[in-house]
């Protein structure tokens, strides 16, 4: 539809919720600024909301207000952040997902949106580094009050180019949505591995297939969905806060829950009596208060809660008074409320024989190196109450869930690899913390004390006042595993390839 075409509609304002926006041109956007007509749009593609602002002179000079991606994403996701968020000092990490009901309406042009990304490299801002994750990967179960606990996945959309953009403390934005039945989600994961292995360049092809088999579970499942906005940073007093934003939609309702920013932009646009929109092209992100949103609920099965807790970081519940007397190198790498990152030099020993080659290979253990980078990102997990912490070197990184093994103050933590953890004894003292191992599981399951590894962990402070490590982990029987030790400072630096 041209300008002309929408001039003779006799319209003020003209609406695209047709999509899909993934890997499409703003055309009916263009003929709309042409026109002189305010525009508003529901998109959700990235790529499309990114390219939007390229209208922006146009719009200007025909005093027109365009707006995208007033929807779920990036509009609701941002008005809620930003009231959750209101006075911080910072934002360090900040978590969004969608989790509709099984039978909700599916139509072909979301199957084919989702399926668009799934497998697919996404960029990601993690633990302050650029990163490409696969489509519907870093799957995790998150839980929304009210909902319960579901399955969800990495999904590409606006927001990971957006908030990063707008907060320029934020270390980790992550977007995931997820089905809400296992078979369903987890069928999705297996069916992206081609695309991850690039046998396939895509799932679009298969939309229709894809979406006569999820018609086949309609009658499973509820018609009850959600949404969260999570946050982690420091709230206006410098504390650590966690604030959590979450909907729950019932009676079928969630899938009006997209077109309700919408709904409040056109009312914004077209009451005289409002305050005006400055004229422009952009997406519809700060322009609407959440308020504004939540009104266009009323009418409907929808609910929203807040909720703010001040978790103190898990180093600091392990050792409770104990915390304050480490020194402040040491202090500051276990103090972040949101994503943590800290970069420097490392050399590293390896033991030999092929028992520890195997158990090397196995948890991903870096090769020996007498001097080489590495990068340490420490990620809140479950709720802030855990930890997940990745090592990175040169050619290899390995990971692992830190998390309370006995009652705040204990000094008790465990520390996951896979299946496998090791229950460890942290002092804290005035030079530093040390840590011994004095347990180790399979599961749930305890494994003999005569076989368990031992450790010696020290963390302490160098003449220069960087953080110093110095980890060493032994086999019964086999002697030495690997020994890591090296300094850290704080990464503050986003690195590689931004938005």
């Known amino acids: 539809m041209d300008a002309a075409q929408l001039r003779a509609l006799g319209v003020r304002i003209v609406v695209d919720a047709a999509g899909p926006f993934q890997g499409s041109a703003p055309v009916l956007a263009r003929a709309a600024i042409a026109a002189g007509l305010h525009y508003v749009d529901l998109a959700d593609g990235r790529d499309f909301v990114a390219a939007f602002p390229a209208l922006d002179g146009a719009a200007r000079a025909t005093s027109v207000v365009a707006l995208t991606g007033a929807s779920s994403t990036p509009a609701l996701s941002n008005a809620a952040l930003d009231a959750i968020t209101a006075g911080w000092r910072s934002v360090e990490t900040v978590r969004v997902a969608i989790v509709p009901g099984n039978r909700a309406p599916r139509g072909l042009s979301v199957m084919r949106a989702i399926l668009s990304y799934a497998g697919r490299p996404v960029r990601v801002l993690r633990a302050g580094a650029w990163r490409s994750e696969p489509g519907w990967g870093l799957l995790r179960r998150i839980a929304v009050p009210g909902l319960g606990r579901r399955f969800a996945s990495l999904c590409e959309t606006p927001d990971l180019d957006i908030l990063p953009a ?90 009006s829950v997209p077109t309700l920013p919408a709904l409040a932009a056109i009312r914004r646009l077209a009451d005289p009596s409002a305050a005006p929109i400055a004229p422009g092209a952009r997406p519809c992100v700060g322009v ?142 005035a030079a530093g913390l040390d840590m011994a191992v004095t347990g180790w599981r399979l599961g749930a399951l305890p494994l003999p004390r005569l076989l368990r590894p031992t450790t010696r962990a020290s963390e302490r402070i160098d003449a220069q006042g960087r953080f110093r490590f110095d980890v060493a982990l032994f086999l019964p029987l086999v002697g030495l595993l690997v020994h890591y030790r090296g300094w850290l400072v704080p990464d503050d630096e986003r690195r590689g390839e931004g938005p």
Not at 183 to 200: K, T
Not at 210 to 238: K, N, P, Q
Not at 374 to 400: K, Q, Y
């Open 166 to 255: 707008r907060l320029p403390a934020l270390r980790t934005a992550l977007f995931r949505a997820g089905l809400e039945l296992p078979a369903l989600h987890l069928g999705l994961s297996l069916a992206s591995l081609p695309v991850r292995w690039r046998l396939l360049p895509s799932l679009v092809p298969f939309a229709k297939p894809f979406l006569v088999m999820a018609g086949w579970f309609d009658r499973f499942g509820s018609d009850r969905g959600g949404m969260s906005v999570e946050a982690l940073g420091r709230d206006a007093s410098g504390r650590p806060a966690r604030a959590l934003w979450s909907l729950v939609a019932k009676a079928g309702d969630g899938p």
């Open 288 to 429: 609407l208060p959440l308020a504004a949103i939540e009104a266009e609920m009323g009418r409907l099965a929808i609910r929203t809660r807040r909720d703010l807790d001040h978790p103190a970081p898990l180093f600091e519940r392990a050792l409770g008074a104990r915390f304050a007397q480490m020194p402040e190198a040491v202090r500051g790498l276990h103090a972040s409320m949101g994503d943590g990152a800290f970069r420097g030099r490392a050399e590293v020993l390896r033991g030999r024989g092929i028992l520890v080659a195997l158990v090397a290979l196995l948890f991903r253990l870096p090769p020996a190196m007498a001097d080489g980078s590495i990068r340490v990102a420490i990620e809140p997990d479950h709720d802030a109450a855990a930890e997940r912490w990745t090592r990175c070197f040169p050619d290899r990184c390995f990971s692992s869930r830190m998390g309370l093994a006995g009652p705040e103050g204990s000094g008790l933590l465990r520390e996951r690899f896979g299946p496998f953890s090791i229950d460890l004894a942290v002092e804290a003292h």
